[in-house]
């Protein structure tokens, strides 16, 4: 396989793994531009000698400026806090990675990525195979770089927990995912009666 492709694939596999910033791009951009054509609206009515729409450039720079004086100290601070959690949500959004809960498979002819949910749903069925349990006695959630497996045996039937961690070793070494994560295997102290 040649640079480009396997460049190209990479970047698939990354689109495919991280969320898209478009929705909130496109928010904020749609709000600055809301913004911005009413300060020209009202710009514009001020240079053509009409009244304002809602409040002229000289009636907003006096309630801007009054506001810290005439508005109540808890109300200011409850905006003051709402602006800046808006404005946190905003630079998150743009700081953070995103990343969906998906993992990516080595392949050298394509782009493989995996849901978390449907690894964890064969990976718990391997596990329900090695614990010798029904199915709604394993839960396995899958993270980037643990798998949390666990048991709760029927009653009077010891689950044996090192066949279980094999077992979903091995059917994680089977699939290959990029970056293996850690496994952990707990068996519930009490047990489930007539399963």
């Known amino acids: ?14 689109r495919e793994m991280h969320s898209s910033r478009a929705v909130p791009s496109a928010v904020a951009a749609l709000l600055i531009t809301l913004i911005c054509l009413y ?9 053509l000698g009409q009244d304002p729409w809602l409040l002229s450039p000289e009636g907003a720079g006096e309630w801007i400026g009054g506001v810290p004086g005439s508005t109540e100290p ?10 800046f959690l808006i404005g946190l949500i905003f630079f998150l959004n743009a700081v953070l990675p ?19 949910e ?3 749903s064969s990976l718990a069925r391997r596990a329900r195979v090695a614990a010798g349990v ?24 010891p689950v044996d927990r090192d066949a279980v961690l094999a077992a979903v070793e091995d059917d994680l070494r ?6 293996m994560p850690e496994v952990r295997v707990a068996i519930a102290p009490s047990g489930v009666i007539g399963q």
């Open 74 to 83: 808890t109300l200011l601070a409850a905006a003051g806090a709402l602006v």
């Open 134 to 157: 029904a199915p709604e006695q394993v839960i396995v959630t899958v993270g980037r770089r643990i798998v949390d497996v666990q048991v709760r045996p029927t009653s009077g039937i």
């Open 1 to 14: 396989m040649n640079d480009e492709t396997t460049q190209l694939t990479a970047r698939v596999v990354r």
């Open 174 to 179: 089977r699939t290959s995912i990029d970056s």
């Open 98 to 116: 995103g990343r969906l809960a998906r993992l990516s498979i080595p392949n050298p002819r394509a782009a493989v990525v995996v849901d978390a």
């Open 39 to 47: 300060v020209m609206l009202e710009a514009a009515l001020k240079a």
């Open 118 to 120: 449907v690894l964890a």
